[in-house]
């Protein structure tokens, strides 16, 4: 069936190259200009071509060079309003036809974000950068918004500021003066990208503001280039973090799969209010600045991304109800490539982190059972965000684990992954593609007993499953959490004696790293709350309370608001979202919203009146998609 999620009629007629030529306006928060879509007309005639479009003011249309009229239907409130234009007479199968489209966006575009000078590191300029996943390009441009069909694109910006795009800088060079040597903030500059690998609609991604660019040391014998970018006040900071490991994690990840395709793989640390850790845009990794935590012990997120570029952004889920293609694989990738460049014991760590993270979101979705399956049905118009969770990440992952584990292990299970990312480059699939394939390689590569294998998996209870476990039992590596838990044990076994006559001392943590910590908070959760002094104990005598890294902070405000009724609990309710907003002291909004959302349910569950309240004065800070998260986390509406 059709994407749910999109009013296009890409089967129809579908675009194979789009041509952005646009200004930005930081006075009247907006994006101008045009979008010139090439099509191909795949029926047998196509009498109109049907755009994605949310709150676009649209100037202008021409076919074939000359002006058309054209209609907006009635706005749907997930999908937008549909832009049809019509064709003079019918056009044949084959044929190419052109459309391009004036227009310019909404102040309110979801998929943007413009910040103040205040809301930068620098504090001297403002900022935009957009966040098109998994259906707000429709807010940015008119398109065929549906990750069905995969585009190729060129794009002409003119800013007063410098400008990156999710595609190969073609002007002016990446490496030569900032903004091409002319004023900052005053003189314009046209930039000019080009996209020439086919991408998904939700790729196309801009940013922009007062940033600088170093690339990173070549590697021997790769066509690719890699490098950083970040507002000047960070730009070090940046390169020191990631300069180190960025080649050496995808050279690892071609020797799993195939050659890197994009030729660049450049990172961008954007400001704070940024709502994911990272963001797989092509050629350009977005990345939260909770990463730069000046030991480089968060920078296997960057593993997370640049896996995207072979699944996700180059074997892509036709639609999101099968996101867990996308997500799923990435993390299992991730983990592999967690093992060799590791040990074995931090790819089963992993795992265990995983497995915490999609409990809780299996528990919050309860009452939304339908959302605790790897493959969500949606109804035509249902909201993909509505399922954002760790869901087709973890579960997703550990399927494929499973597999790997009943079909020989990983040597043998390599070989299929190569063949699958070979076999589906380019292209966009569902599960029934994906089981297909998997079935039928291993029918070729195997003896009769691997399909027998296949045959004896629980699909649908792994495809269809709802309740909070997993349909196998999946054991991992511990190897790394047995110090965690057994601190753990015994701050559990401490909940009936005095503070005073507790043994436990301020270097406990010493030798633990940031993921050991996490699994420490997290072990302290799987038992029943502590009482409020061990808590706050606790924050104190390892100063996690006060820890400037959100990893551990997020984690600890979880653990001491377990049990939201205690009297104290009112008190870390506040100053849980008082940090959140950044009301902390540091000015700093935790915009990223694995750890904004979590805390501020926590907190919510406690006193929801001064939650709503705090959140309510700082909304404006937050990335319109996570505010749009929060206020239906918090009950807003």
């Not at 003079?88 to 309110?108: D, Q, W």
């Not at 390599?414 to 699939?429: A, H, Q």
């Not at 991992?476 to 559990?492: G, I, M, N, P, S």
Request: net charge negative.
């Amino acid at each position: 069936m059709p994407d749910p999620t999109t009013q296009s009629n890409y089967l129809s007629i579908s675009t194979e190259h789009v041509a952005f030529d646009w200004n930005v306006d930081f006075d009247r928060k907006i994006i101008f200009g045009s979008a010139t879509h090439t099509l191909l007309v795949k029926d047998n005639i196509a009498k109109e071509v049907i755009f994605d479009s949310t709150d676009l003011d649209i100037a202008s249309v021409e076919v074939a060079g000359g002006p058309v009229p054209f209609k907006l239907s009635e706005k749907h409130p997930v999908m937008g309003s549909a832009l049809h234009v019509p064709f003079s007479k019918p056009i044949p199968k084959g044929t190419n036809v052109k459309v391009k489209v004036m227009y310019k966006t909404s102040s309110e575009a979801i998929a943007l974000q413009f910040l103040d000078k205040e809301q930068t590191q620098g504090k001297q300029f403002p900022y935009l950068f957009s966040q098109c996943q998994p259906i707000y390009a429709r807010t940015l441009a008119p398109l065929q918004d549906t990750p069905s069909l995969k585009i190729t694109y060129s794009a002409k910006v003119t800013s007063t500021l410098p400008v990156l795009m999710s595609a190969v800088r073609v002007s002016p060079p990446s490496d030569g003066p900032a903004h091409d040597g002319k004023v900052i903030g005053k003189e314009t500059v046209t930039y000019e990208y080009s996209q020439p690998t086919s991408i998904p609609s939700y790729l196309i991604a801009i940013a922009c503001g007062n940033i600088r660019y170093k690339s990173f040391p070549k590697s021997e014998g790769k066509n690719w280039s890699t490098g950083i970018w970040a507002e000047p006040e960070l730009i070090d900071a940046a390169y020191w973090e990631f300069s180190e490991d960025t080649n050496r994690f995808l050279a690892a990840e071609e020797d799993i799969v195939v050659p890197y395709k994009f030729g660049v793989y450049d990172l961008l640390v954007l400001p704070p209010s940024f709502p994911y850790g990272g963001m797989e845009n092509a050629c350009l990794t977005f990345l939260t600045p909770t990463l730069l935590a000046g030991d480089r012990t968060l920078v296997d997120v960057v593993v997370h991304e640049l896996t995207h570029s072979w699944f996700g952004n180059g074997v892509t889920h036709q639609d999101a109800s099968h996101f867990w293609l996308n997500e799923g694989w990435t993390t299992y990738i991730e983990r592999v490539l967690q093992e060799k460049l590791h040990s074995p014991a931090h790819r089963g760590f992993s795992f265990l982190i995983g497995y915490k993270a999609l409990q809780d979101a299996l528990k919050q979705y309860e009452d939304r059972p339908k959302y605790q399956r790897l493959i969500v049905n949606f109804e035509i118009g249902e909201d993909p965000d509505d399922a954002y969770s760790s869901i087709p990440y973890e579960k997703g992952a550990n399927l494929i684990l499973h597999l790997e584990r009943i079909l020989g292990g990983l040597d043998d299970f390599l070989p299929y992954v190569k063949d699958y990312v070979n076999t589906f480059m380019g292209r966009s699939i569902s599960t029934d593609i994906w089981k297909e394939h998997l079935y039928d390689y291993w029918g070729k590569h195997g003896d009769r007993t691997k399909i027998q294998t296949l045959d004896s998996v629980d699909w649908d209870a792994w495809f269809h499953g709802e309740g909070l476990s997993l349909p196998v039992e999946i054991e991992y590596d511990l190897t790394l959490a047995k110090q965690a838990y057994a601190l753990a044990k015994r701050w559990d076994a401490s909940r009936g004696k005095d503070i005073k006559s507790l043994d436990f001392q301020s270097n406990d943590l010493e030798s633990f790293d940031s993921n050991q910590k996490a699994v420490f908070l997290e072990r302290l959760q799987s038992y029943p709350p502590l009482p409020p002094a061990h808590l706050a104990y606790i924050g104190d005598l390892y100063t996690i309370a006060k820890t400037t890294n959100a990893e551990i902070r997020f984690r600890y405000y979880e653990l001491a608001l377990l049990d939201p009724t205690t009297p104290e609990s009112k008190a870390v309710a506040l100053e849980a979202a008082r940090w959140v907003v950044g009301d902390d002291g540091t000015g700093i909004v935790k915009g990223r919203m694995k750890f904004c959302r979590p805390v501020l349910r926590a907190a919510n569950r406690a006193d929801p009146k001064v939650t709503k309240q705090i959140f309510g004065e700082c909304k404006t800070a937050f990335h319109p998609i996570a505010r749009r998260l929060i206020e239906k986390d918090l009950g807003i509406f």
